[in-house]
């Protein structure tokens, strides 16, 4: 039986804390907050800083800002480096008023795999949207599937054409539980 994949997503269920996009060391926003979503690694000068705009409950698994970055403590970054070191790159950060080590999880793998046709619904960028930065790409999915023929020896991934979701695979997944780690949300693709 082949492994079993799945969205990782912040789980925000509770009163959980509001961090802002990252800051670059002169407090200005980074000019791409959504490169940290691209799938490919990412250059950073200076540490960055991750304030946060709403208090509540400190989370181990978080999302930032409009870029919807990652951002894991380091006791969950152990673990990424452990079982998928090959696919993640790791950017230290301050998250504002914390004195524990915090990261950007920047999965370094960009997979097209999405599974159209076993998907509960898949729409395109047309020409008639007016986008031509974004024609032919995934407008939005909904019930994503995946097809695990693609994935190859990848354990962690972004999905082509809709970056927003974060792949993990099932080891994975089950090493966050057991470690108890907070602010996941897991969902099978």
Request: glycine share 8%; aromatic share 10%.
């Amino acid at each position: 039986m082949s492994q079993r994949f799945f969205d990782l997503s912040m789980d925000v269920r509770t009163g959980i804390w509001d961090l802002g996009d990252p800051l670059d060391e002169r407090g200005q926003e980074v000019e791409d907050p959504w490169m940290f979503r691209a799938g490919r690694p990412v250059h950073v000068e200076g540490l960055l800083t991750i304030p946060i705009e709403g208090r509540g409950r400190r989370l181990d698994f978080s999302t930032a800002g409009i870029g919807v970055t990652p951002i894991v403590h380091a006791r969950v970054a152990s673990i990424f480096e452990e079982l998928a070191p090959n696919d993640v790159q790791f950017i230290p950060v301050n998250v504002q008023g914390r004195s524990e080590e915090y990261f950007i999880l920047v999965a370094t793998k960009l997979i097209r795999c999405i599974d159209d046709e076993a998907s509960s619904e898949v729409l395109y960028w047309k020409p008639e949207d007016e986008r031509p930065d974004k024609f032919g790409q995934y407008r939005s999915v909904s019930g994503m599937r995946i097809d695990r023929t693609k994935v190859g020896d990848a354990k962690v991934f972004r999905t082509w054409g809709w970056k927003i979701a974060l792949i993990v695979s099932e080891d994975i997944k089950n090493a966050l539980e057991r470690e108890k780690v907070t602010g996941t949300w897991f969902s099978e693709v």
